[in-house]
């Protein structure tokens, strides 16, 4: 294969997410070359990715590209990719929650980082906005165990669990959590009659809506939200102009914000919901999409606050998606006579699937 350009990769599970993690060496510095490398290994653009890595599915086309941090203060550095199947756009002004939770285990996979003790904890730098993690894993030996009685809804079976903490998530894109400078905010539908939604930003821009006011019941099948297309294209058309009031721009090709249609819990959670992501009704929810909403839940004048079941104090929340709960435990503080949040924890786990070496041509990382 002396005509092929051959990469080193695995391919990891982490969270809910798939996708195709890389040691940041081995890829090109030049960051229009970097791109064509990763639109080459998973295949995009093309709606089923048949020529390369990706999975046809917006979870299942993204990149983790991993090295040893040399600033004082973290041990890794990520960098998340977002690639959509039938797109060229290499996205990396988001986060990825579910992803973050691979890049301890790759990196010791990988020789990046070699660690001794049973229990490893690591602190990891996501440049994609300067958001600060620890993420906790079991290596008994220097090895990561990925075997455990840990479950997370949306992954079948159980494995060992890993623990991340995170550190500062307000404003990750928005540049402040409520980046209208409103908990609540007005806008128009098309067919004249306004809607009152919260535009949010706790790790991942989002808007938050009442499912009621798009005549749905916030608990109908994934399915069923994406084979109405009157419905997603009004929340889409909403997007694009919601995004515009948060300082994002034209979001048009833009994995984000997400659009969250929330009601109230139903399974003795804090809050139901379903997100968009953007234009796929999700089968589960994001990490950080979760915090966020979480978050939104604490301060009386937002969406979240009207719906969730139980306001909280200093608690573990538990948001309901179409394929079970996600737990989030919140630091709070009071500002002001103002609960805030000062943090964020959770549980994931992650799996290594792959790993090996992926070959692309030179013709498509040179053009």
């Known amino acids: 294969m002396a005509d092929r350009i051959a990469v080193p990769v695995c391919i990891m599970r982490g969270g809910t997410s798939k996708g195709v993690f890389i040691n940041a060496k081995d890829l090109p510095k030049d960051k229009v070359k970097r791109d064509n490398y990763l639109l080459a290994i998973m295949g995009s653009p093309d709606p089923r990715q048949i020529d ?3 999975g046809a599915h917006s979870l299942t086309s993204k990149v983790g590209i ?3 941090s040399e600033c004082e203060g973290y041990d890794l550095e990520f960098l998340f990719a977002q690639l959509q199947p039938n797109s060229s756009l290499v996205d990396i002004e988001p986060n990825c929650g579910n992803m973050l939770a691979a890049v301890v285990p790759f990196a010791i996979e990988t020789g990046v980082i ?3 003790r049973d229990i490893t904890t690591l602190r990891v730098l996501t440049k994609n906005t300067g958001m600060i993690s620890e993420i906790t894993v079991e290596t008994p030996n220097g090895k990561v ?5 840990s479950k997370i809804d949306g992954v079948p079976g159980t494995s060992a669990p890993i623990y991340i903490k995170f550190l500062d998530t307000e404003g990750s894109i928005c540049g402040s959590l409520f980046p209208t400078g409103n908990k609540r905010d007005s806008f128009t539908l098309s067919c004249g009659r306004n809607v009152e939604v919260t535009c949010i930003d706790n790790g991942m821009p989002m808007v938050l809506l009442q499912a009621q006011d798009f005549g749905v019941t916030g608990y109908e099948s994934p399915e069923a939200y994406n084979k109405n297309e009157a419905l997603k294209a009004e929340i889409n058309r909403l997007r694009l102009v919601a995004a515009h009031k948060m300082g994002l721009g034209d979001v048009t090709d833009k994995n984000y914000p997400k659009m969250c249609l929330l009601a109230p819990a139903i399974n003795g959670g804090t809050i139901h919901t379903r997100c968009y992501i953007p234009h796929v009704c999700h089968e589960a929810i994001g990490v950080l999409a979760a915090v966020t909403v979480g978050t939104a839940t604490i ?15 200093d608690r573990v929340l538990s948001i309901e998606h179409p394929t079970g709960e996600f737990s989030v435990a919140l630091d709070l503080a009071t500002d002001c006579a103002e609960l805030k949040v000062v943090g964020a924890s959770l549980l ?9 070496e992926v070959y692309i041509s030179p013709k498509k990382v040179n053009s």
């Not at 165990?145 to 009685?149: H, L, T």
């Not at 994931?348 to 090996?356: D, F, Q, S």
């Open 52 to 54: 390369g890595l990706g």
């Open 66 to 68: 991993i090295s040893k």
């Open 114 to 116: 070699e660690v001794e």
């Open 145 to 149: 165990n990925y075997e455990g009685v």
């Open 299 to 313: 301060y009386p004048d937002s969406i979240a606050y009207d719906i969730a079941t139980e306001q909280v104090v």
């Open 348 to 356: 994931r786990t992650a799996r290594l699937i792959m790993k090996g």
